[in-house]
């Protein structure tokens, strides 16, 4: 990574409401809980790096609310949304984005169908991409098509979009969101919000004022603290990777495994074998 370059990172988080019954409570009477959550609940968009979150990149909208720019749901459309409108202004130069692998980060550009694709669509993907087909031909026929044709790599269009702008992309692999520092930025704010609700009767406004609070909470030191605690742990998986490799290797040499030079003498043995010796009867049994 180029000195130039800015690190940062992107995600959304749920934040909901904890509420809970208060009531006279025992040792053999439990207390009552109330979860309200359901109904209750935000979505929150930003980006940070060791700088902080990035400015201007805050979004918090109302789960399930169909009105508004953002209708309710965390999808691909609000996220490219969310991006051009409010990450990609405030991005410096040469930035590098860091993302998981979140269905809404993975929106495939020209993306073509499967073999379990109406006719229809295989037809139309084709015709687009300016491949010669038919409607008289067979699905079997099409797809064939489609598969010699089909792009080798998966592109994606939020990647498209911050590429063309002159950043960078960088997924994590797959299930390994602990490389990934805004996490830990994400388990602070929450902390936050849960210990503001001490009386159990956080309203959804009160929720959206304490939410934006909590982020303000999580100051840069905070920031370039997940981000060593995440390259330590990156570290560590490069570590335990070489292990594993000499471990194996090891483990091979133990047992005698064979270079190519001993395979081609084993295979020049072979051939110096007659078929006769190949074909001995079997030795005589003490019956006979």
């Not at 009767?201 to 004022?209: N, R, V, W």
Request: charge should be negative; glycine fraction near 6%; aromatic fraction near 8%.
């Amino acid at each position: 990574m180029k000195k130039d370059q800015y690190f940062t990172l992107m995600r959304h988080g749920w934040t909901t409401i904890l509420t809970f019954g208060k009531c006279c409570s025992s040792d053999e009477v439990p207390g009552v809980l109330t979860n309200t959550s359901s109904s209750n609940r935000l979505i929150v968009v930003n980006a940070g790096s060791t700088d902080g979150f990035l400015k201007g990149a805050a979004l918090t909208f109302r789960a399930g609310k169909a009105t508004g720019d953002y209708h309710g749901q965390m999808n691909s459309n609000n996220f490219e949304k969310w991006a051009e409108e409010k990450l990609l202004p405030n991005l410096p130069e040469k930035s590098v984005i860091v993302m998981d692998n979140a269905p809404y980060h993975c929106h495939q550009e020209n993306k073509a169908p499967t073999k379990y694709a109406v006719k229809k669509e295989m037809i139309d993907w084709l015709q687009s991409n300016n491949i010669q087909c038919s409607a008289d031909m067979k699905k079997f026929q099409l797809y064939e098509l489609i598969e010699k044709h089909k792009p080798k790599e998966k592109v994606y269009r939020i990647d498209v979009a911050l590429k063309r702008r002159g950043h960078a992309v960088l997924r994590l692999p797959p299930y390994m969101c602990e490389l990934n520092p805004i996490e830990l930025a994400w388990v602070k704010i929450k902390r936050v919000v849960k210990g503001n609700n001490i009386r159990g009767d956080l309203s959804l406004t009160k929720l959206e004022e304490a939410t934006r609070e909590a982020q303000s909470s999580v100051s840069k030191i905070d920031w370039e603290g997940f981000t060593n605690h995440t390259l330590k742990l990156e570290q560590h998986y490069w570590e335990q990777d070489g292990l594993m490799e000499d471990a194996i290797d090891k483990f091979v040499i133990e047992l005698g495994g064979m270079d190519s030079s001993d395979s081609e003498v084993s295979d020049d043995s072979e051939e110096e074998i007659s078929d006769s010796e190949l074909a001995q009867p079997l030795p005589s049994t003490s019956d006979d």
